[in-house]
């Protein structure tokens, strides 16, 4: 396996799913500006039918307002126009979930169905190449799509809102210099090696469930973690089992099945408290606190049973014969 | 010898049946094998074993190589066509290209796109585009521009019609077979494919019933026309087959001296499938 190999295996992956790598992200940022732009405009002609005028004298004490901002209003104004900046990028990024989760599922699965891996297995490439090829188009390539459309569609947004306000008179421009886009672009970047460790449990599964099944892989990553919860919760029942089917679900259920979304490695109570104090989005936005994760062992056991899952789905894709 | 295939006990067992029993054959370098056999004979099972794509029991060697542990490798001198129209849907003919150029190392670009010159393919086009011959060309321009030693062909004019089947294996001859490359080819359409054969192997039931060269062939079996009048005395020397047209009989002969069946009548090589026929009779009942 050499450098070149692996390239062109994962630029192939990306003609193949263009649609969902690309387009999705890309999509969905236009349909979020849409609907921003739908919103303002709906405001204003809400506005003016009703006789609601954001007339020059609110406009003059916005103006006076923002002139008067002292340093820490002018920190948080900017901790809230990088959360702005985010919040495109989170959408997109639940809805890239569900792509990395579909392909996942059909990546060693759909070829077989219609017989092209006929095709790629009489090319020197070995069964490694072609699994790794596709965890790194999936959780290493794929993401930055995401950050790019995400980023710009945060800047735009921006952007809508300061002219929309500039018709009123209202000039927020001297304050969007106050937002860090860099630094944001940067927390979403630093953020994908760590996404892709601990996606690592969903990848490995997914891809092994898509080596190994005959049919209907979806069918076969969901039943079976379910069912195994539910019997291991029908045990709990009678109390029998020293074995906590929460446990389970939280540690062995939900990393099979929802690790790929992005962030899900931030504890939920971590996220609790972030409106309390713009002194906690400023943590947030710290990439030390996210990669504290990594202290910790679920992570890595996620990571070990991840890449032992991967090996399985090489073995599988070596060895399955049904063609 | 240099042999490109050497099989040595060949077996595969499925769950319920034995698709390859104890096989033993050899393939020098630069023939054009036809393996021949009815449906479940074992011919597949017996490509997928040489192609690294099944497990067997056994000895296996192909140039050199084990194809279970060496399939890497392998793959760099060894071609296939496993099916008909295998080519991904969303591919396109340029990505193809492109992609075989940087993957494969043996990969002529120039040769394969005057190949595809003389075809209605364009780069743009997608494979789920195109009609099943034109994915057939496609895909066998892929193919001939990779110098392999080893061709492997299964079933691969299957569903086409005889323009693309006749033309399909006029290139193969014309423009890519050569002393140093070896061809084994699968098909039920025999007829076009016997002229081109230099070698011929008969499976059935998993074993090879016949393993021959086409000269030995000619030598060894003898298709007779005989009148009416001397069909008793032909039916004494134990044709294989025997058949009627217009009122004579076609008797097929295995290993009779010739010059014994010149007394009969008319004298020609019998064609393979002919001969096919014959082998395999009782196969389905």
């Given at each position: 396996m050499n450098a070149k190999t692996l390239y062109w295996l994962v630029k192939r992956e990306f003609w193949e799913h263009r649609g969902g790598f690309i387009w999705t992200p890309v999509i969905t940022g236009i349909v979020f500006l849409v609907l921003n732009l739908m919103g303002i405009v709906g405001g204003e002609v809400f506005g003016f039918r009703h006789g609601f005028h954001f007339?020059?004298?609110?406009?003059?004490?916005?103006?006076?307002?923002?002139?008067?901002?002292?340093?820490?209003?002018?920190?948080?104004?900017?901790?809230y126009l990088d959360l702005a900046m985010l919040f495109p990028s989170c959408l997109i990024a639940i809805?890239?979930?569900?792509?990395?989760?579909?392909?996942?599922?059909?990546?060693?699965?759909?070829?077989?169905?219609?017989?092209?891996?006929?095709?790629?297995?009489?090319?020197p490439i070995s069964d490694t190449a072609t699994v790794l090829s596709k965890v790194i188009a999936a959780v290493l390539i794929a993401p930055i799509a995401v950050v790019v459309c995400g980023m710009l569609t945060g800047i735009i947004m921006l952007l809508i809102f300061?002219?929309?306000?500039?018709?009123?008179?209202?000039?927020?421009?001297?304050?969007?210099?106050?937002?860090?886009?860099?630094?944001?672009?940067?927390?979403?970047?630093?953020?994908?090696?760590?996404?892709?460790?601990?996606?690592?449990?969903?990848?490995?599964?997914?891809m092994l469930c898509s080596s190994w099944a005959k049919s209907k892989p979806f069918l076969w990553a969901v039943v079976i973690p379910v069912a195994l919860g539910v019997?291991?919760?029908?045990?709990?029942?009678?109390?029998?089992?020293?074995?906590?089917?929460?446990?389970?679900?939280?540690?062995?259920?939900?990393?099979?099945?929802f690790s790929a979304v992005p962030g899900d490695w931030l504890p939920a109570h971590s996220l609790e408290h972030l409106g309390d104090n713009p002194e906690n989005f400023n943590r947030f936005f710290d990439l030390s606190s996210s990669y504290a994760v990594l202290t910790s062992v679920?992570?890595?056991?996620?990571?070990?049973?991840?890449?032992?899952?991967?090996?399985?789905?090489?073995?599988?894709?070596?060895?399955?014969?049904?063609? | 010898m240099n042999a490109v295939v050497t099989a040595k006990d060949l077996s595969k067992r499925y769950?319920?049946?034995?698709?390859?029993?104890?096989?033993?054959?050899?393939?020098?370098?630069?023939?054009i094998v036809g393996l021949i056999g009815p449906n479940g004979a074992g011919k597949t099972t017996a490509l997928k074993a040489i192609l690294g794509l099944t497990d067997f029991q056994g000895q296996l060697n192909v140039l050199g190589l084990d194809p279970r542990t060496q399939r890497d490798r392998l793959m760099e001198e060894v071609c296939f066509i496993a099916d008909v129209a295998v080519l991904p849907r969303w591919i396109r003919v340029s990505e193809a290209i492109d992609f075989v150029a940087?993957?494969?190392?043996r990969f002529n670009r120039a040769k394969c796109e005057s190949f595809l010159a003389r075809t209605k393919l364009t780069p743009g086009q997608r494979v789920r585009q195109m009609s099943k011959g034109m994915i057939v060309q496609l895909h066998l321009a892929l193919v001939m521009a990779i110098d392999a030693k080893l061709l492997v062909l299964d079933e691969p004019t299957l569903g086409l019609d005889i323009l693309y089947r006749k033309?399909?294996?006029?290139?193969?001859?014309e423009d890519y077979f050569d002393e140093n490359k070896t061809i084994i080819v699968t098909t039920h359409q025999v007829e076009e494919i016997e002229h081109i054969l230099t070698d011929l192997m008969f499976i059935r039931d998993g074993r090879i019933v016949l393993n021959t060269d086409m000269d030995a062939m000619g030598e060894r079996f003898a298709e007779v026309m005989v009148s009416a009048d001397m069909a008793a005395t032909a039916r004494q020397l134990k044709p294989l087959d025997e058949r009627q047209v217009f009122g004579k009989s076609i008797f097929l002969f295995d290993g009779v001296d010739q010059a014994q069946l010149k007394a009969l009548g008319e004298i020609r090589r019998p064609s393979v499938s002919d001969l096919f026929v014959a082998t395999m009779k009782g196969t389905y009942a």
């Open positions: 007339g020059p004298l609110e406009s003059q004490d916005l103006v006076a307002k923002i002139h008067s901002l002292d340093a820490r209003e002018l920190q948080q104004v900017s901790t809805v890239f979930a569900f792509v990395v989760f579909f392909y996942c599922l059909g990546a060693l699965y759909d070829d077989r169905r219609d017989r092209s891996f006929l095709f790629w297995k009489s090319l300061a002219i929309a306000l500039s018709f009123h008179g209202v000039s927020v421009w001297s304050l969007l210099v106050l937002a860090h886009p860099l630094h944001v672009v940067g927390f979403l970047v630093g953020c994908i090696p760590l996404y892709l460790l601990w996606a690592l449990p969903t990848v490995g599964w997914l019997i291991i919760s029908w045990f709990n029942l009678f109390g029998s089992v020293g074995f906590e089917s929460t446990w389970y679900w939280h540690e062995i259920a939900a990393r099979v099945l679920e992570i890595w056991a996620g990571v070990a049973a991840g890449i032992a899952m991967l090996v399985g789905a090489v073995w599988f894709r070596r060895w399955r014969d049904d063609s | 769950k319920n049946a034995l698709a390859l029993d104890n096989v033993n054959f050899q393939i020098p370098a630069g023939r940087n993957i494969h190392p033309q399909f294996y006029q290139n193969l001859l």
